[in-house]
């Protein structure tokens, strides 16, 4: 009996979901994050993998997209305008920090590997951003979110997510040749749209919190259609989607952002599972082996950098080195910003874009999967380099 499109499509996500919180469970008892299983359960199910969906790949696209978007708007509902702004003044000198200590091995990597000037500007850009989804995600599921280094965390966050708004439209133009007025004028238009909404969540955002209607039900869809309409302004403008979904947590404030929180919770994560197994779908396993052994490398470098990033932003904040560690690993998992730029850029590159393309999948793989395990374990290590440095000086 040949089934109809809607039986399939129904068919398809009822065992995906019920598939996913089989993960859940699974990564619940082992105490693991659920992310890493989501991924490789994703590449189960892509190109290369077991099975492959077919009539709801439409949708789980657009419940992806949706999943980051909910996932960053969680993230800025954590924090209010003024503690945004003071973290961003913080931390703007690691911002700097930041795109050398990780920027620049992946340029120097993709002009080794013989990938050209373009091809090293996009693997840059890959190795420079943390995954906001991934790291947002982990903070959760290891209950760390109200920690005294997460504001720092979350504001090199913030700080990469609006550097990719200048960054992608220059990546566009040395890639395709495009003119150099063509490439600041996109450049302006992004800079112009986040400094507006950001002063508007500064100095309104109390005003439109009253705004929100009171009932549940009529919150949930108030917020979720604002934060989508945001998020599509700031995409139309060429900046980060989830910058404008941030942006909208941030202005929500007050006892109605705890109540928003708790309204969206569950929401959010069945989106944001269907988000990690996605980015897996998107990966073919068979183009990862023959580039392993250099992202392998790349990855190493690049987590080491960013732990040291991380270590320097939460000590402005005043944290002890336990939690200074915590920061640092909690930067490492890379994600859906590093597979954009190898999109966007490896299609004009001919050979070196499918070179680029294989590894910048193979490295985003093994820092999603790693990232979260490397947080996992951060305060063990931590506690084990406490007790070394006691025993060296003889303490007891």
Request: charged fraction near 15%; include cysteine; proline fraction near 5%.
């Amino acid at each position: 009996m040949a089934l109809d499109h809607t039986a399939v499509l129904l068919l398809e996500l009822g065992a995906l979901v019920v598939g996913l919180s089989l993960l859940a469970g699974l990564a619940a008892r082992l105490d693991l994050p659920a992310v890493p299983l989501y991924l490789v359960a994703g590449l189960a199910l892509g190109q290369g993998g077991l099975v492959a969906p077919t009539e709801s790949e439409a949708f789980l696209a657009t419940a992806a997209e949706v999943g980051v978007l909910l996932l960053l708007l969680s993230l800025g509902l954590e924090f209010s305008a003024e503690e945004l702004v003071g973290t961003l003044r913080r931390q703007a000198p690691v911002g700097g920090l930041d795109l050398v200590l990780n920027g620049v091995p992946g340029v120097v990597a993709g002009l080794l590997l013989g990938l050209g000037p373009a091809g090293a500007l996009a693997l840059g850009g890959v190795t420079y951003i943390s995954s906001s989804g991934v790291v947002a995600k982990a903070l959760r599921d290891l209950g760390r979110l109200g920690n005294r280094e997460t504001p720092a965390v979350l504001g090199v966050l913030v700080i990469e997510d609006l550097a990719m708004a200048v960054y992608l439209p220059v990546l566009t133009v040395v890639v395709t040749g495009a003119g150099l007025l063509a490439g600041l004028g996109v450049v302006a238009v992004a800079v112009g749209v986040v400094t507006v909404v950001l002063v508007v969540a500064l100095r309104h955002g109390p005003r439109l919190t009253r705004l929100l209607p009171v009932r549940p039900e009529l919150l949930t869809l108030a917020v979720v259609g604002l934060t989508l309409l945001v998020a599509g302004i700031a995409e139309a403008a060429q900046v980060s989607a989830a910058v404008g979904a941030f942006l909208v947590g941030v202005a929500v404030s007050g006892d109605v952002a705890d109540k928003v929180r708790d309204l969206l919770a569950p929401l959010r994560d069945l989106f944001a599972a269907v988000f990690f197994v996605w980015f897996g779908i998107g990966i073919d396993p068979t183009s990862l082996l023959p580039v392993l052994a250099p992202a392998a490398v790349l990855a190493a470098v690049t987590a080491a950098t960013k732990v040291a990033t991380g270590w320097v932003a939460a000590g402005r904040e005043g944290v002890g080195p336990r939690g200074r560690l915590r920061a640092g690993t909690a930067l490492v998992p890379r994600g859906e910003f590093s597979i954009v730029v190898a999109g966007l850029a490896a299609p004009a590159l001919g050979a070196a874009g499918a070179v680029l393309a294989a590894l910048s999948a193979c490295y985003v793989l093994l820092l999603a999967v790693g990232g979260p395990l490397l947080m996992r374990v951060s305060d063990p290590v931590a506690d084990r380099l406490r007790l070394g440095a006691h025993r060296a000086r003889g303490v007891t």
